[in-house]
């Protein structure tokens, strides 16, 4: 379960980191309004140039100021693709970290029932030798009724060995 989660993880961030910003929903949009901004710059240039009667270099220089505000604005939406794709590093990061996390707690828990089982099973050893001593040796008492439970025959006939 850990493991496919982990692929998911992978494969998110590998589609989503290696998209270019302006192919995400958030660029386009953003260039989007962009376009429609400069477009709307553009026209108040030329209405404005139609009305006052000024010259083509004025235009130009009128235009060129709509120009540069564009260009600025595409500067900082490159920065936000940079900022983006740290986002996105971050945010895989934290996923890991966090699989990772899981993944240890499990294994934890595995190393923690085992040693609940062997530490049981020495108890049981131990109190079963104590009450086979009590019991009359020779076999008898819980050792001898541990073993029947089991399937085994008891003091009849089925041997074991305390070393």
């Known amino acids: 379960m850990l493991s496919g989660r982990m692929n998911d993880i992978q494969s998110r961030f590998d589609k989503e980191y290696n998209t270019p910003y302006l192919d995400t929903d958030q660029g386009m949009s953003i260039m989007k309004l962009l376009n429609k901004n400069f477009d709307k710059q553009a026209k108040k240039v030329d209405n404005a140039s139609a009305v006052t009667g000024a010259s083509h270099e004025a235009k130009i220089a009128a235009r060129g100021k709509a120009q540069d505000n564009f260009d600025t604005s595409l500067t900082r939406l490159a920065g ?42 020495a108890n049981l050893g131990s109190s079963g030798i ?31 060995s305390i070393e």
């Open 80 to 121: 936000y693709g940079t900022m983006y794709k740290d986002m996105k590093e971050r945010n895989y990061n934290r996923s890991m970290d966090q699989l990772f996390g899981h993944k240890l707690a499990v294994q934890e828990g595995k190393s923690e029932n085992f040693t609940n089982l062997a530490s049981n099973a």
């Open 130 to 160: 104590t009450a086979d001593a009590v019991g009359g040796g020779g076999g008898e008492g819980f050792l001898a009724d541990i073993l029947a439970l089991f399937g085994g025959q008891g003091n009849k006939g089925l041997s074991y």
